[in-house]
């Protein structure tokens, strides 16, 4: 069982940074970061190992956000940069055993999600 908890989202200007942390209880699993905006399904943005390696994004956010992970304190952060209003959604952060990249359908284990919000 894998427990995470999702902090600092919030409301910034177009052009503005964001940093996001997903903090996971019990072993370390791969993980990832899902968005989900109003009226659109669940996508991808980002994916680590569970050891902190091999990090993955989705294209539209590919040299822009930033993933990492702090291992010893098994805490996952999102840096956004140069955020879009596009980029406003509800964020989550899930854990899986197999995968850090896109098919949400394996990760077991998600988080409650965290509002960021892009004004122009």
């Known amino acids: 069982q894998v427990h995470l908890v999702e902090s600092g989202g919030g409301l910034v200007q177009a052009g503005d940074s964001l940093r996001l942390s997903c903090v996971a209880s019990g072993r370390a699993y791969h993980v990832g970061w899902f968005r989900q905006a109003p009226d659109k399904e669940r996508e991808f943005v980002a994916g680590?190992?569970?050891?902190?390696?091999?990090?993955f994004y989705a294209d539209s956010v590919k040299g822009r956000f930033t993933i990492s992970r702090d291992t010893a304190k098994n805490t996952i952060i999102l840096q956004m940069d140069s955020l879009k209003p596009e980029d406003t959604a509800i964020y989550s952060c899930?854990?899986?055993?197999?995968?850090?990249?896109?098919?949400?359908?394996?990760?077991?284990?998600w988080g409650q999600g965290i509002q960021v919000t892009v004004s122009s």
């Open positions: 680590i190992t569970s050891t902190g390696s091999q990090p």
């Open positions: 899930a854990a899986s055993e197999v995968t850090w990249k896109h098919n949400r359908t394996l990760y077991a284990y």
